[in-house]
Structures are given as structure tokens and as C-alpha cells.
């Protein structure tokens, strides 16, 4: 197994930043991508960006351009740089992580328990 450990969240107000990040253990050898997703009170949780381990990245059109997705493969971490964050960001974080091949909700079979991302005056 492999356990997901997201940092806390908090609020921010429009405009500003906010980096979240994510650390695995346990059997984590195997793993391949690593990622962010978000699911907004009443909505479906969605894509927001994910990065292998070769650092090949992928956007929602969402957050391209204002939000950074990176990874340090020796501490087995990933980042989420969040800038110009408007209220729509708001949601539950979720770190996902996934092997070379997708399985499991979202091809991802390990998420963190998530972390409340607030953008609000």
C-alpha cells in the first residue's frame, strides 16, 4: 500500500497563493504519476494536474497558467504551486498517485484524505 499525506490547506484571498504538497510512503517504488484533483462541494471531483515520474505534466484549462504542478522524486513528494487563485478554486484537495498503469476511480488506486483550499475576501 501506499499512503498519500497532503499538507493543510487554508484561506486566501483572490489574487493570492497558496502551495500545497504531498508525500507518499509505504510501497512506493511502483509509483509512476502523481497528481492533484478537486471536487467542489456538489460537484464531481476533477482534474487539476498531474506529473510523472520523467516530469511529463498535464493541466486542467482551468488552472493552465496559474497553477504549477511539481515533484521531487527523491523526497517522493509532489507540489502544487497555486497563484492568482479565485474563488471558483475553492474545493477539497486530493493527492492521487498511481503506478504506469491507471486503476482504480480516475486511474488512480491511492488518494490522501485531502485538504480544504478556501478563496474568499
Known amino acids: 500500500q501506499v499512503q498519500l499525506v497532503e499538507s493543510e490547506g487554508g484561506l486566501v484571498q483572490p489574487g493570492g497563493s497558496l502551495r500545497l504538497s504531498c508525500s507518499a510512503s509505504?510501497?512506493?517504488?511502483?509509483?509512476?504519476?502523481m497528481g492533484w484533483y478537486r471536487q467542489a462541494p456538489g460537484k464531481e471531483r476533477d482534474l487539476v494536474a498531474t506529473?510523472?515520474?520523467?516530469?511529463?505534466?498535464n493541466y486542467a484549462d482551468a488552472v493552465k497558467g496559474r497553477f504549477t504542478i511539481s515533484r521531487d522524486n527523491a523526497k517522493n513528494t509532489v507540489y502544487l504551486q497555486m497563484n492568482s487563485l479565485k474563488p471558483e478554486d475553492t474545493a477539497v484537495y486530493y493527492c492521487?498517485?498511481?503506478?504506469?498503469?491507471?486503476?482504480?476511480?480516475?486511474?488512480?488506486?491511492?488518494w490522501g484524505q485531502g485538504t480544504q483550499v478556501t478563496v474568499s475576501s
Open positions: 506529473i510523472t515520474t520523467t516530469g511529463s505534466t
Open positions: 509505504g510501497r512506493i517504488f511502483g509509483i509512476n504519476a
Open positions: 492521487c498517485a498511481r503506478g504506469v498503469v491507471p486503476i482504480g476511480p480516475y486511474g488512480y488506486p491511492y
